[in-house]
């Protein structure tokens, strides 16, 4: 690096004249290098140093003060220079970056033969050789196989076991371990997965299977395949069934998942992703041994009761299929269940004992309510605060359901911090629910919110019955009213074989004790048309397809009657939104005033915003639409565009006539010219500058300025001339000598 120069006059008078001094050879004032000038010197200081304030000494650049990104490790300072170092057990790759070093390849370790060297980042351990017990034989250092012309390898299970340590290196690790990489789901992408490091000997490969959902490891002999799949719903109820079946836990299983839709009348079984996108049913139904209907989860779009039912019965016969392979998959691993332990139970005296002392004072505090209330309220807002469901994709949520559990619904205390399961769960199947009915082009953000006030039954069918009323009370124009219903189970065993229903009842909007001590929660939400939402818990083994026919029907007849019930109080959306709402407009701002309109740097938009509260977002070039949270806001930025964007005292020309033109203004490019006294000046450009009269030819689209010619009239056909004087008064010409001849 090189520093400024201090220079100093030095001459020698001489017979011949002045004679420069050459101070660097006489000497030599600088502590590295001198470079002598006519009259002067001038200090440098070498590579690594810099001038002192003298310009003559030179100090060391501490470079590793610059940034703390100098070295991957540790940077060190060193006169004139700085150099970067490794940790033990790393060397030093190129000048800046820190590399492992593998001992177990250089030879460097001390392991005995017997020992097993374990390289990892910064060191290195020795471990006890794994052996390979017959009749399996060591191929590699790390492998054992048994050989297929072995007859006794013939008769064991194809299997691979993998066996692996954790080895802490208790070290500052500059570089990744080996580790596999899934990126999250970008649009109109697939999931990817990267090896990020550990591959160096090319052992294994990624490659892509069925389409978007899962990326395969492979090993580089095609032998064995791990799969890397990106779960979905049904594919997690599935493996966990298939875990639970080769463990030793006992359980009712196996159950099987799958995913049913609808596509132009056509079911879809395990539907891709861009099928789903245009499928009016989704629907997740989980199934038992026997054609049993265990769990259901469902979305649509005034799906047909036939259809839905359709629907169901088609997923189970597909879920049976994944029932056989994972009881094939048990026989063959033939594990034997746990017996569980009898769990403590308290003597029944001595609970009803407990019962009959706390019982006085709990029914003194707590009511036994007998329905369910909830308190539904909608509220707009502008498009720009449409939900971001995904931090990558552009995907937003114009509508959404708020719903609100407080300890009260229950009459009992405690903590309210958070969205706890139940207000997650129960929120979005009344938001699913509701989702079919609104219209997408709805010009604000829809939030409604559910309060529930007491709970003793479906809390999340009566926030949809009243989300529904909150919106047609709000002006929403909803296609429909929803409505929907709880169906609960009371159901007898057979005796002799436990998993089959001897006897049942079904139980229309059930209650709390119905719920708690029945055998099934049975959730459906619709409009008079179809189907929107339904969700099914069963606390038995399974259900056979025909109860689950008959609660489809059972809920189908009772939503019906609360939507009579509803259109008694509201039959349809309000026509107008109520007074006190907020207001949506459209207002057309010209290209030549949007500058104006808008302000330097946006002033005018962020000043009309504070000062009415309303909300500005540009649809084109010439619309932008204003969101304001009440009418009188909508009428005060009203008059403000207005304000704005009106023309002071301009007089209206005529498009291609002839004006006389007063000079205010002289420049390099141009001249400034006024039609009239209260007129801004505008630029007459050189290339329009020909005679003494200018022509108005319209303004520029981009900034609204004049534009004016003298050049276009040179043409000698019959022009008209006007003259606009203090008044306004116009004269006329008839033909372009006597325009020229005007001054």
Same mark, same amino acid.
Request: aromatic share 8%.
């Given at each position: 690096?090189?520093?400024?120069?201090?220079?100093?006059?030095?001459?020698?008078?001489?017979?011949?004249?002045?004679?420069?001094?050459?101070?660097?050879?006489?000497?030599?004032?600088?502590?590295? &290098? %001198?470079?002598?000038?006519?009259?002067?010197?001038?200090?440098?200081?070498?590579?690594?140093?810099?001038?002192?304030?003298?310009?003559?000494?030179?100090?060391?650049?501490?470079?590793?003060?610059?940034?703390?990104?100098?070295?991957?490790?540790?940077?060190?300072?060193?006169?004139?220079?700085?150099?970067?170092? %490794? @940790?033990?057990?790393?060397?030093?790759?190129?000048?800046?970056?820190?590399?492992?070093?593998?001992?177990?390849?250089?030879?460097?370790?001390?392991?005995?033969?017997?020992?097993?060297?374990?390289?990892?980042?910064?060191?290195?351990?020795?471990?006890?050789?794994?052996?390979?017990?017959?009749?399996?034989?060591?191929?590699?250092?790390?492998?054992?196989? %048994?050989?297929?012309?072995?007859?006794?390898?013939?008769?064991?299970?194809?299997?691979?076991?993998?066996?692996?340590?954790?080895?802490?290196?208790?070290?500052?690790?500059?570089?990744?371990?080996?580790?596999?990489?899934?990126?999250?789901?970008?649009?109109?992408?697939?999931?990817?997965?990267?090896?990020?490091?550990? /591959?160096?000997?090319?052992?294994?490969?990624?490659? =892509?299977?069925?389409?978007?959902?899962?990326?395969?490891?492979?090993?580089?002999?095609?032998?064995?395949?791990?799969?890397?799949?990106?779960?979905? =719903?049904?594919?997690?109820?599935?493996?966990?069934?298939?875990?639970?079946?080769?463990?030793?836990?006992?359980?009712?299983?196996?159950?099987?998942? !799958?995913?049913?839709?609808?596509?132009?009348?056509?079911?879809?079984?395990?539907?891709?992703?861009?099928?789903?996108?245009?499928?009016?049913?989704?629907?997740?139904? !989980?199934?038992?041994?026997?054609?049993?209907?265990?769990?259901?989860?469902?979305?649509?779009?005034?799906?047909?009761?036939?259809?839905?039912?359709?629907?169901?019965?088609?997923?189970?016969?597909?879920?049976?299929?994944?029932?056989?392979?994972?009881?094939?998959?048990?026989?063959?691993?033939?594990?034997?269940?746990?017996?569980?332990?009898?769990?403590?139970?308290?003597?029944?005296?001595?609970?009803?004992?407990?019962? &009959?002392?706390?019982?006085?004072?709990?029914? *003194?505090?707590?009511?036994?309510?007998?329905?369910?209330?909830?308190?539904?309220?909608?509220?707009?807002?502008?498009?720009?605060?449409?939900?971001?469901?995904?931090?990558?994709?552009?995907?937003?949520?114009?509508?959404? +359901?708020?719903?609100?559990?407080?300890?009260?619904?229950?009459?009992?205390?405690?903590?309210?911090?958070?969205?706890?399961?139940?207000?997650?769960?129960?929120?979005?199947?009344?938001?699913?629910?509701?989702?079919?009915?609104?219209?997408?082009?709805? @010009?604000?953000?829809?939030?409604?919110? $559910?309060?529930?006030?007491?709970?003793?039954?479906?809390?999340?069918?009566?926030?949809?019955?009243?989300?529904?009323?909150?919106?047609?009370?709000?002006?929403?124009?909803?296609?429909?009213?929803? =409505?929907?219903?709880?169906?609960?189970?009371?159901?007898?065993?057979?005796?002799?074989?436990?998993?089959?229903?001897?006897?049942?009842?079904?139980?229309?909007?059930?209650?709390?004790?119905?719920?708690?001590?029945?055998?099934?929660?049975?959730?459906?939400?619709?409009?008079?048309?179809?189907?929107?939402?339904? &969700?099914?818990?069963?606390?038995?083994?399974?259900?056979?397809?025909?109860?689950?026919?008959?609660?489809?029907?059972? *809920?189908?007849?009772?939503?019906?009657?609360?939507?009579?019930?509803?259109?008694?109080?509201?039959?349809?959306?309000?026509?107008?939104?109520?007074?006190?709402?907020?207001?949506?407009?459209?207002?057309?701002?010209?290209?030549?005033?949007?500058?104006?309109?808008?302000?330097?740097?946006?002033?005018?938009?962020?000043?009309? &915003?504070?000062?009415?509260?309303?909300?500005?977002?540009?649809?084109?070039?010439?619309?932008?639409?204003?969101?304001?949270?009440?009418?009188?806001?909508?009428?005060?930025?009203?008059?403000?565009?207005?304000?704005?964007?009106?023309?002071?005292?301009?007089?209206?020309?005529?498009?291609?006539?002839?004006?006389?033109?007063?000079?205010?203004?002289?420049?390099?490019?141009?001249?400034?010219?006024?039609?009239?006294?209260?007129?801004?000046?505008?630029?007459?450009? /050189? $290339?329009?500058?020909?005679?003494?009269?200018?022509?108005?030819?319209?303004?520029?689209?981009?900034?609204?300025?004049?534009?004016?010619?003298?050049?276009?009239?040179?043409?000698?056909?019959?022009?008209?001339?006007?003259? +606009?004087?203090?008044?306004?008064?116009?004269?006329?010409?008839?033909?372009?000598?006597?325009?020229?001849?005007?001054?």
């Amino acid at each position: 690096m090189s520093g400024k120069t201090k220079k100093y006059l030095a001459f020698l008078r001489s017979k011949i004249g002045r004679q420069d001094i050459n101070e660097c050879e006489v000497s030599n004032p600088c502590q590295h &290098q %001198c470079y002598n000038l006519l009259g002067s010197f001038m200090c440098q200081c070498d590579q690594g140093y810099e001038l002192n304030r003298d310009r003559v000494t030179c100090q060391d650049i501490d470079e590793c003060s610059f940034s703390s990104y100098m070295c991957q490790y540790q940077c060190v300072n060193e006169p004139g220079r700085y150099s970067c170092v %490794c @940790p033990d057990g790393y060397q030093l790759q190129g000048t800046r970056i820190c590399q492992d070093i593998n001992e177990c390849e250089t030879g460097t370790d001390n392991c005995r033969e017997d020992e097993m060297c374990w390289n990892y980042y910064g060191g290195f351990r020795c471990y006890p050789r794994n052996p390979c017990h017959e009749p399996y034989i060591r191929t590699s250092e790390n492998r054992c196989v %048994c050989p297929s012309g072995n007859p006794v390898c013939r008769a064991v299970a194809h299997s691979i076991v993998y066996k692996y340590m954790s080895i802490p290196s208790d070290r500052s690790i500059p570089a990744d371990v080996f580790q596999i990489q899934a990126t999250n789901i970008y649009a109109n992408t697939i999931n990817t997965f990267r090896i990020k490091s550990g /591959n160096e000997g090319g052992e294994f490969f990624l490659r =892509a299977s069925q389409g978007a959902l899962c990326v395969g490891l492979c090993y580089n002999s095609g032998m064995h395949t791990m799969e890397l799949k990106i779960l979905e =719903a049904k594919n997690i109820i599935s493996a966990t069934s298939a875990a639970l079946a080769v463990s030793d836990i006992p359980w009712n299983g196996p159950i099987g998942a !799958v995913r049913m839709g609808l596509v132009d009348g056509e079911f879809l079984v395990n539907p891709t992703r861009k099928e789903m996108s245009s499928s009016t049913l989704n629907l997740v139904v !989980v199934g038992g041994p026997h054609s049993q209907v265990v769990m259901m989860e469902a979305a649509g779009e005034n799906v047909l009761q036939q259809d839905f039912c359709h629907a169901v019965k088609l997923g189970v016969k597909h879920t049976q299929q994944i029932i056989l392979a994972i009881q094939q998959l048990a026989k063959e691993c033939s594990v034997s269940k746990r017996t569980p332990q009898k769990l403590f139970a308290a003597v029944a005296e001595i609970v009803e004992y407990a019962k &009959q002392l706390a019982s006085e004072k709990i029914y *003194a505090v707590f009511t036994d309510s007998s329905h369910d209330k909830v308190f539904c309220t909608v509220t707009f807002d502008s498009l720009e605060s449409n939900i971001k469901t995904d931090i990558i994709t552009t995907a937003v949520r114009g509508s959404f +359901l708020m719903f609100q559990f407080p300890p009260y619904a229950t009459n009992e205390i405690g903590k309210m911090s958070g969205m706890n399961r139940r207000e997650l769960g129960h929120g979005a199947l009344a938001e699913k629910s509701l989702k079919p009915v609104i219209p997408k082009d709805f @010009p604000f953000t829809i939030r409604v919110t $559910s309060e529930v006030l007491e709970s003793n039954g479906s809390s999340s069918m009566a926030s949809a019955c009243g989300g529904s009323l909150a919106l047609m009370d709000a002006g929403v124009p909803i296609s429909s009213a929803v =409505a929907g219903v709880a169906i609960g189970l009371i159901s007898k065993p057979n005796p002799e074989n436990p998993s089959e229903i001897q006897d049942y009842k079904l139980l229309t909007d059930i209650l709390g004790i119905e719920d708690y001590n029945g055998d099934m929660d049975f959730k459906m939400a619709g409009t008079n048309k179809g189907i929107t939402a339904l &969700q099914a818990d069963v606390k038995i083994p399974g259900l056979p397809l025909k109860i689950v026919m008959e609660a489809i029907q059972q *809920a189908t007849v009772a939503k019906k009657e609360i939507l009579g019930i509803m259109n008694k109080a509201i039959a349809k959306p309000r026509l107008n939104r109520k007074e006190n709402g907020p207001v949506v407009e459209t207002v057309r701002v010209p290209i030549s005033k949007r500058a104006r309109f808008v302000g330097p740097g946006g002033y005018n938009l962020r000043k009309l &915003q504070a000062e009415t509260g309303v909300t500005i977002s540009q649809v084109d070039e010439e619309t932008f639409s204003i969101f304001a949270p009440t009418p009188s806001a909508m009428y005060e930025a009203q008059e403000f565009i207005s304000e704005i964007c009106k023309d002071d005292q301009e007089q209206q020309l005529e498009f291609g006539a002839v004006y006389t033109a007063t000079i205010t203004e002289i420049r390099d490019i141009g001249a400034m010219v006024k039609l009239y006294p209260n007129m801004s000046a505008v630029l007459l450009h /050189n $290339s329009q500058l020909d005679h003494k009269r200018v022509k108005y030819f319209g303004r520029d689209p981009t900034d609204g300025r004049m534009r004016l010619s003298r050049k276009v009239l040179q043409s000698p056909t019959a022009t008209v001339v006007k003259t +606009l004087s203090d008044k306004f008064s116009i004269a006329v010409g008839t033909s372009n000598s006597q325009a020229s001849n005007a001054s």
